[in-house]
Structures are given as structure tokens and as C-alpha cells.
């Protein structure tokens, strides 16, 4: 059998296999060629996304919560294949197969939102047909007091076999929990490794985890990982699919210090960027996991809105074989917006945390690939202006961006050429209601998150909203680059 999987051609028909199984995307039938679009810009072969599954977290209980889900399927680019059919509508529901949706993507374009609520269940979308391409999706709950006090808004989840985490913690503090969810009608099974500051956690209950068919289950890191003030998680599925998300309920002392969940990171890799970090006071901490069995040498770079530069006495940073290191960025900074780019010697991954002036409200915004076609996000209603944040990592780069209201108008759009080693910054006026984003490179190297931070002078009813969202390939058009089907990142 190892001989068998060792065989380039089988590993690929297996993986095409699997891609045909996986709820959110269709089988490549006709692969396209790589042709340019742009200097330095390949462009993505598109797929025919025919079925949708998405997982919208939700968090613990508590006081006077409400939580709700914006749901699209975006306008797509001119010649986007999609699949034949009626435009059959896309559920939005609780996990229990006989539960009634709450609400339906019912064209193109429209964002659909479910009424508020303080019933905290999770939902899921599914659905099959024309619209199930590109669709995105934005869990949030907003609370004006207790465990959930501020703003929690993180993008719904497709669920897939490999999943990272960096800035967790098991330390007092900290009530950090990782949600599987399974959206499919068999049970999973999960392997969560976890790296803190010493290397390598033994870590047995957080082995052979079964989430059962169309449920959740819950792993408390300060259980698993006790006294652990800062981890990295990788969750891997060893049957079946998961949706996994970490919420990170804050304390201090003994009063609740409010609650966000923790964006994915990328996969491990020799450079990683993290994007949108936010301008603004408060405390800006990064945290760089290894995963490896070497130690590895990080070079830091800072990209600001005046280019790039190598923050003093922190440029460069020793990390053990299998563990987790981190640094404060907020002097360096200076309340830019900026990002972070991380060059290694060995395959590294990470995350940015942010507060807002009081360090009161918090949010995390992992490591994301470079864009290799349009992204698509949707933004809740929001009080305070939202920022697009872009940085070009390397060299000079275009980016272009549509912001449309829950009606499909045009709100904003733009074309903006790239400082190299520069992050751009774009404005969106505050929104009663949620809209939706799309955001495209054009030529180069990009990678872009939104970011919210509440007003200097909140009045004293204010629920603070801090935010940060990040902006990664729709599943439409990264399935395929070139003549492979690059199934990883499919699946991702």
C-alpha cells in the first residue's frame, strides 16, 4: 500500500476522488491552462462548484447576547462556470437534519440574514445548484455586558481535512475552547497537536476526538493544555470532515473581559504574511509557532504604510524545535496600520493580536496566502468606519475592490496600484446594514483583511465593535492553477 501511495498518478486520482466527495466544491472536468493575466499573476483555472457547505460558530451562553448570520453568493466575474439548474436556495439552519431553516440565500447578489437572536446555536449552510459557488458567509454576536461583551464576527467555516491555529491559550486568563463542528451525516474523527512555549505538548485527550454526525464537540484547552499561556493548534481530521473555530473568552480576575474567536492561519511555510493588523493604540502581539523538529530563525519585517522596515531588536527571533514564541510589536508600530512578513529557515506559521486603547476589546488575525483570485467577505452592520487594509509583501502590485450592499448596489469600487513592501489603506463608511466585499489582485503579490476598532469617544451605551476579518480565495478559483488540481488548497 505505501508503494501503492507513493505513485505521483494515484495520489493524484485520490485526491480528485476526494475533491469530487467534499461537500463544498466539483470535480475539475475541463482544467484550463495557466495564461497571464498580469505580470507576475497566474491566472486560476475555475472550477464548477455545484454543492455548499459552510459551519457559522457561535459562543457560549451569556447575558443579553444576540447572534446572527449574513450570508451571500456573490456576483461573480464575467465567464464564472456554474452549475446547470434552477437557482434552488441555499439553507441556513441549525445542524439536526430535521430542524427549519432560519433563513435561505435566495438570489445572487442578496445578502440573506437571519433575524437576531440569543438562542445560541450553531448553523450551518448548505445547498446545491447555481448558487453554491463562491458563497461566503459571517457569523456575529454582540453583547453589551458578561462573557461575550463586545463584538465576536468571524467568517463561517468550510469544513476540510487540515486546519491551524496560532495564539491560543490554556493559561488563567483565558477560557479558549475549540468547536468542531461536523456538518455531514457520518461521524468525524480529529488529532489536535498543540505547541506551546516549551515545544510539543503531550496532549492524549486531544487525540481520536469524534464529533458526531451533524454536531459538535468541544475540547477546553485549559483542560488539555493547563497553564499553557500561549499555543498553537493543528486540528487534522482522520475521517471525515470538520468545521473547526477557537473561541477565546478573556477574563480579568474574576470579571468577564469579553470574548472573539480566533482566525485561522496558514498553512506552515518558509514566508508567511500576516495582513491587517490594526492602526490604532492598544497592544499589538505576535505570536510565531513552529512546528518543526528544528529550531528555526525568523527574520521580521514590517510593513507600514510607508514601506517596509526591520522593527529594532526584534528582527530577528530564535524559535525552538515545536514551539510557540512571542514578541510585542506595539512600539514599533507606532498605531499604523501595518502588516507582518516572516522569512524562516524552516516552515513557520502565525498570528497578530490587537486591542483597542482601553485593552478592553480584542481580535486575532492569522497568516493568509497571497490572493490568486477574487476573495469575497461579509461585513455585519457596523457603527464605525471599516478599513481595507492591502499590503503588497514584495513587489509593486494591483488590487481591486467592489463593495455592495445587501441589495447587490454598488457602495464602492476602485482599482489601486501598490506601493511594494507598503500597506494601502481604504475606507468604508459605517453600514446599518451588512455588505459585502470583493476584493481581487490584479498583478503581484497581495494579502488584505478588514479591520473595525470602536470610536475614540464611545457614548456609554456603545457596544464596542473591534474586528478583524481576513480575506482569502474564494473556493471557486483556487480548486486549480495551471494543468494540476491543487486539491490542498481546495480543501482547505
Known sequence: MTALLSDFKFRIGACVLALALAGGVGVV??????????????????????????????????????????????????????????????????????ANPVGSVLARGRIATTAPTGKLTTLGIQGTGPLAAGTAATATTTAPEGVNRGMASVPCVVPGSSFWFVGASGAPGRRDVLVLTNLDSIN?????????????LDAPNARGVVV???????????????????????????????????????????????????????????????????????????????PTDLQATANITVNGPNGPFKPAGLS???IPAGSVKVIRLEKVLHGDASAVTITSDQPVTA??????????EFAS??????????????????????????????????????????????????????????????????????????VEQLRGDIVAGVTLMPAPKPDEDDVPQVAVWPLTTSLVFRAQLGAQPDVGAALK
Not at 188 to 200: C, F, H, K, M
Not at 255 to 282: C, F, H, M, R, Y
Request: charged share 15%.
Open 29 to 98: 472536468t475541463k482544467p484550463k491552462a495557466a495564461t497571464t493575466r498580469a505580470e507576475g499573476v497566474e491566472e486560476p483555472a475555475r472550477t464548477v462548484v455545484n454543492r455548499t457547505a459552510l459551519a457559522c460558530p457561535v459562543p457560549g451562553a451569556g447575558v443579553k447576547t444576540q447572534s446572527l448570520v449574513s450570508a451571500v453568493a456573490p456576483t461573480l466575474p464575467d465567464g464564472t462556470p456554474t452549475a446547470s439548474g434552477d437557482e434552488a436556495p441555499l439553507s441556513i439552519a441549525p445542524l439536526d437534519a430535521t
Open 188 to 200: 468525524a474523527e480529529v488529532n489536535v497537536t498543540l505547541y506551546g512555549p516549551g515545544g510539543q
Open 212 to 290: 458526531p454526525a451533524r454536531g459538535t464537540t468541544e475540547i477546553y484547552l485549559g483542560q488539555v493544555a493547563a497553564g499553557q499561556r500561549d499555543l498553537a493548534l493543528h486540528v487534522e481530521s482522520t475521517g471525515g470532515r470538520v468545521a473547526p473555530a477557537v473561541r477565546d473568552n478573556a477574563t480579568t480576575g474574576k470579571v468577564a473581559a469579553g470574548v472573539d474567536w480566533l482566525n485561522q492561519s496558514a498553512t506552515p511555510a518558509e514566508k508567511v504574511v500576516v495582513p491587517a493588523i490594526a492602526p490604532g493604540g492598544g497592544v499589538r502581539i505576535l505570536t510565531v509557532a513552529n
Open 316 to 318: 530577528t527571533m530564535q
Open 351 to 360: 498570528s497578530a493580536r490587537v486591542t483597542d486603547s482601553t485593552v478592553r
Open 365 to 438: 488575525i492569522g497568516a493568509t496566502e497571497p490572493l490568486r483570485g477574487p476573495a469575497y467577505l461579509v461585513l455585519p452592520a457596523h457603527t464605525q468606519p471599516a478599513v481595507l487594509q492591502v499590503t503588497a509583501p514584495g513587489e509593486t502590485a494591483g488590487v481591486k475592490f467592489e463593495l455592495r450592499d445587501a441589495a447587490n448596489k454598488m457602495v464602492q469600487a476602485r482599482s489601486v496600484d501598490l506601493v511594494g513592501g507598503a500597506t494601502t489603506l481604504i475606507t468604508f463608511k459605517p453600514q446599518a446594514k451588512p455588505t459585502y466585499l470583493m
